[in-house]
């Protein structure tokens, strides 16, 4: 297959970049406190619309329903 000129610059930029994001993630991740990740996950569960927003719910590791949650967004 043949790249651009355009092409072959990008993937060097990611090529160089994609670790460095990786690292930052990471440190981000090591770093965040209990509150910061409960937070950031609320996030992420606000944006399916059956969540209740109920964090106190304990019953189950809620696994299961995150599954159901992306099998529903990816249409299936």
Sequence with gaps: M???EAERRRMEAWRIAG?????EKAERLRTMTEE???Q???RVMEAVPEWDGDTARQDSSGLLEQQRWFAKARGC
């Design 2 to 4: 043949e790249f651009t």
């Design 19 to 23: 670790p460095m994001l990786e690292q």
């Design 36 to 38: 910061e990740g409960r």
């Design 40 to 42: 950031s996950a609320e």
